[in-house]
């Protein structure tokens, strides 16, 4: 744990071959983070503009360009997973996620195939399946934690959805017999990005609804108490100037919780941010900014609705763009 006595994790949100090997390495070994995420954009940023992967997709010819990315993907993935595996073992996290295949977040029979198939092929206890929390990926998350595998839900902007990644992690430990390792990963700076323009006009304070929409959530589900559940805090890079490279990360520590972040982010807030814990938050203070919200004119629940949909289009867009040049 980047701070023990919270249960506070910092994962690194990157994943590359020479990274691994090297700086992801000496980040656990000075004891920055303890976990990495992934995604089809990183995996994206990864394979096309990384040359480690030149001499593996050489050896890949005559597959099909999911078979060389799911390749190329796994390989990393065990790899990061191996160089956790003692924290893992220690029970300080150690997990890695790897997420389906986005074109699938509406199909829950295909989804469950393809997490089962990914989590049997790496073969490594502590990797989480990544399931966007659609009305099929709940169904899929039930599945999935059901048989043992860990899964991180992810695309949160919302608490009904994290009610129901919660509900359907439950469900599925209740039917595994036993605990199920799970995050529901909550969007943070998107909110931000889509409204702050907006709110300024109008003389609202900025930088702080995508903060205060995320612990309303993490007050929620740590409310639900499902064993084994963790929120995680996501999309913490900073892209305005004016505020700390480190600030979704400083605002949003918490008991019980992961918060995983770019690299210079998560180095940033190590060597500057406050390690005070700032959740949970008053449901007073939350209510009074989101009243600002909507006397602003801005429809916050159409807002939050609308990023879900972006952020799976961005995914989708990304593991296109993957396998087209495969």
Same mark, same amino acid.
């Given at each position: 744990?980047?701070?023990?006595?919270?249960?506070?994790?910092?994962?690194?949100?990157?994943?590359?071959?020479?990274?691994?090997?090297?700086?992801?390495?000496?980040?656990?070994?000075?004891?920055?983070?303890?976990?990495?995420?992934?995604?089809?954009?990183?995996?994206?940023?990864?394979?096309l503009n990384s040359s480690a992967y030149k001499t593996q997709l050489e050896s890949?010819?005559?597959?099909?360009?999911?078979?060389?990315?799911?390749?190329?993907?796994?390989?990393?993935?065990?790899?990061?997973?191996?160089?956790?595996?003692?924290?893992?073992?220690?029970?300080?996290?150690?997990?890695?996620?790897?997420?389906?295949?986005?074109?699938?977040?509406?199909?829950?029979?295909?989804?469950?195939?393809?997490?089962?198939?990914?989590?049997?092929?790496?073969?490594?206890?502590?990797?989480?399946?990544?399931?966007?929390?659609?009305?099929?990926?709940?169904? /899929?998350?039930?599945?999935?934690?059901?048989?043992?595998?860990?899964?991180?839900?992810?695309?949160?902007?919302?608490?009904?959805?994290a009610i129901s990644c919660a509900n359907a992690f439950a469900s599925g430990i209740a039917k @595994?017999?036993?605990?199920?390792?799970?995050?529901?990963?909550?969007?943070?700076?998107?909110?931000?990005?889509?409204?702050?323009?907006?709110?300024?006009?109008?003389?609202?304070?900025?930088?702080?609804?995508?903060?205060?929409?995320?612990?309303?959530?993490? /007050?929620?589900?740590?409310?639900?108490?499902?064993?084994?559940?963790?929120?995680?805090?996501?999309?913490?890079?900073?892209?305005?100037?004016?505020?700390?490279?480190?600030?979704?990360?400083?605002?949003?520590?918490?008991?019980?919780?992961?918060?995983?972040?770019?690299?210079?982010?998560?180095?940033?807030? @190590?060597?500057?941010?406050?390690?005070?814990?700032?959740?949970?938050?008053?449901?007073?203070?939350?209510?009074? @900014?989101?009243?600002?919200?909507?006397?602003?004119?801005?429809?916050?629940?159409?807002?939050?609705?609308?990023?879900?949909?972006?952020?799976?289009?961005?995914?989708?867009?990304?593991?296109?763009?993957?396998?087209?040049?495969?």
């Amino acid at each position: 744990m980047y701070i023990k006595e919270l249960k506070f994790s910092l994962w690194a949100d990157f994943i590359e071959r020479d990274y691994l090997d090297n700086e992801f390495k000496e980040l656990i070994k000075k004891g920055l983070v303890n976990g990495a995420t992934s995604n089809p954009a990183i995996f994206k940023n990864a394979i096309l503009n990384s040359s480690a992967y030149k001499t593996q997709l050489e050896s890949l010819s005559g597959l099909s360009a999911k078979e060389k990315y799911e390749s190329v993907a796994i390989y990393d993935i065990q790899k990061a997973a191996d160089i956790l595996r003692e924290l893992y073992d220690k029970g300080d996290d150690g997990f890695v996620s790897i997420e389906v295949d986005p074109y699938l977040c509406d199909d829950a029979k295909a989804t469950i195939s393809e997490g089962k198939r990914l989590f049997a092929q790496i073969d490594r206890p502590n990797v989480m399946i990544k399931v966007p929390a659609t009305s099929s990926g709940y169904e /899929a998350m039930e599945e999935l934690t059901a048989v043992g595998i860990p899964v991180n839900a992810t695309l949160i902007f919302k608490k009904e959805q994290a009610i129901s990644c919660a509900n359907a992690f439950a469900s599925g430990i209740a039917k @595994h017999g036993s605990v199920v390792d799970t995050v529901i990963s909550i969007f943070v700076s998107r909110v931000d990005r889509a409204i702050d323009a907006t709110l300024a006009q109008k003389g609202v304070e900025v930088a702080l609804s995508g903060i205060y929409n995320t612990a309303d959530i993490y /007050a929620q589900i740590e409310s639900m108490k499902v064993d084994g559940c963790r929120a995680l805090f996501a999309s913490t890079g900073v892209k305005d100037d004016s505020l700390p490279a480190y600030y979704y990360i400083e605002k949003l520590v918490a008991y019980n919780s992961v918060n995983t972040a770019p690299i210079d982010t998560i180095k940033a807030y @190590h060597d500057n941010g406050s390690k005070t814990v700032l959740l949970p938050i008053s449901q007073d203070i939350i209510n009074t @900014h989101f009243m600002k919200i909507k006397e602003a004119g801005i429809n916050l629940d159409e807002v939050l609705d609308g990023q879900i949909k972006d952020g799976l289009d961005a995914f989708k867009d990304a593991f296109k763009d993957i396998l087209e040049a495969l």
